[in-house]
């Protein structure tokens, strides 16, 4: 469907940035309007950045998951969300089923045991750096 | 409810001009405004309200109680004038402070206001809790202690407010539980969010430190390792330090500090989340609860991840 809902998007940011804002004279308007701005940015960039995002890590979660605990009921889900063609909401369902599995893993076994530990970090780590951009603008508001 | 001169003015029982909604905070709502008494005097005050559903979970019917306290004991904390805990005044429990004139400026004197933040931290580290009646809901006895009950209390509000799973905040608990300090210098009366941010400065003196929802009974090493970098900017820690100590501030324990450094983007991580909860849920729809609770959110969990792969 056309607009498509980042470029409807990108229209609303502007006016708020271009026609809104300067009109407003006190400090409290102005700073809601500029976060509203902000959240609209997010969903932009939320639209085109997460499914990229979801289909880099869920594998690399899945991997791990499967190194640390073969047998977890998550990793039996047959219908492999992560998948090339699997639909958005597909794609976060998994990712939320196996973050899932895994904070199982950290408060059992794996929670003490420092080889596990080590790896669960990196990849936290990994997928903490891979999905900033789709929160930089939240943050520099 | 709107907070209006109008409805103010029945509150203060005189008239009331100039309400301003300042910005920033996000766990209260903060105005300025002017009551205009019948000599014609003009009194300048602020209203704290609490939020529906606010990210820090705590009320002023709470800090108010703190803020008499630590007020009467000599610190300069704003001087509370009123507390209003019935919702139906308007909208949510509210407190009024009388307004400190000020800014968060050193002005031109950073190493005398760095030097008097040290005597005045060593004057808030060194009152006696047990004296003080400002309803603090529990007084730890040690390290131990200190560190528990905040993450008992933090932990269930986390259980209670979160929306997804969240890997690295249970990380973060397990390896705080793990990692808790062994060792207190001294019991204290904490801030816990000390930095020129919350310091009123007028003519090189401190006039006020601000924000105190997050005040209680712990290790005063929360307070320095979170101040250390606002200082070192006013003046070198060592001279700090040694003013600190003259004035009869408890031993620096960095090991502590440390590990408050990492509890408190933990607990604003869950602060964020419960913000959220209220915005989600519709109890706040204030926009600044999803841009804090999505963005800070994520940015704080980068940080704790990166800062536990970095310790030992």
């Known amino acids: 469907m056309r607009p498509t809902q980042s470029e409807l998007l990108r229209g609303i940011v502007h006016t708020l940035n271009t026609v809104i804002m300067p009109d407003l004279r006190s400090p409290w308007p102005q700073m809601v309007t ?97 999905e900033a951009p789709l929160y930089e603008r939240l943050v520099k508001a | 409810m709107h907070v209006t001169a109008e409805r103010l003015g029945e509150i203060v029982k005189t008239r009331v001009e100039n309400v301003v909604r300042i910005p920033g905070g996000f766990s209260k709502e903060t105005f300025l405004f002017e009551a205009v008494h019948a000599d014609g005097s003009r009194e300048s005050l602020v209203l704290r309200r609490d939020l529906p559903a606010g990210p820090a979970q705590t009320t ?60 005045l931290l060593a004057r808030l580290h060194s009152l006696d809790p047990e004296k003080l009646d400002a309803g603090f809901p529990a007084i730890p006895r040690n390290a131990a202690e200190c560190a ?87 003046v070198a820690w060592d001279e700090f330090l040694a003013e600190y100590y003259a004035h009869g501030g408890p031993v620096y324990l960095e090991e502590n500090a440390r590990w408050y450094e990492l509890w408190r983007s933990v607990r604003n991580a869950v602060a964020c989340t419960a913000g959220l909860a209220g915005f989600v849920s519709g109890e706040n729809l204030q926009v600044n609860q999803a841009l804090v609770g999505i963005g800070l959110y994520r940015q704080l969990c980068a940080e704790i991840i990166e800062r536990i792969g970095r310790e030992p």
């Open chain 2, 60 to 119: 002023v019917v709470d800090e108010f109680r703190v803020l008499r306290a630590l007020h009467r004991a000599g610190i300069p904390a704003p001087e509370p004038t009123s507390l209003e805990a019935d919702p139906a005044v308007l909208g949510q429990p509210f407190l009024i402070l009388r307004r400190v004139e000020g800014s968060a400026d050193a002005g031109g004197k950073p190493r005398e206001v760095g030097l008097e933040l040290a005597r």
């Open chain 1, 34 to 130: 500029l976060m509203t701005s902000r959240l609209l940015e997010h969903l932009i960039a939320r639209d085109e950045g997460l499914p990229a995002v979801l289909h880099a890590r869920i594998p690399a979660l899945r991997a791990l998951l499967a190194e640390i605990d073969p047998a977890l009921p998550a990793l039996a889900d047959p219908t492999r969300a992560g998948d090339a063609d699997a639909s958005l909401d597909a794609l976060v369902r998994e990712d939320d089923a196996l973050h899932a599995a895994l904070e199982g893993l950290l408060v059992g076994a794996a929670g003490r045991d420092a080889a596990a530990l080590a790896r669960i970090d990196a990849l936290l780590g990994e997928e903490a750096r891979a």
């Open chain 2, 148 to 234: 528990d009950l905040l993450l008992d209390h933090w932990h269930a509000i986390w259980l209670r407010k979160r929306l997804e799973p969240a890997p690295v905040i249970v990380r973060a608990f397990g390896w705080l539980r793990a990692h808790r300090p062994e060792a207190v210098s001294r019991i204290s009366v904490v801030h816990t969010d000390v930095g020129m941010h919350n310091l009123l400065v007028h003519d090189g003196k401190i006039r006020a430190l601000l924000d105190w929802e997050f005040a209680r009974v712990g290790d005063p090493a929360d307070d320095l390792g979170y101040a250390r970098p606002h200082v070192e900017r006013l």
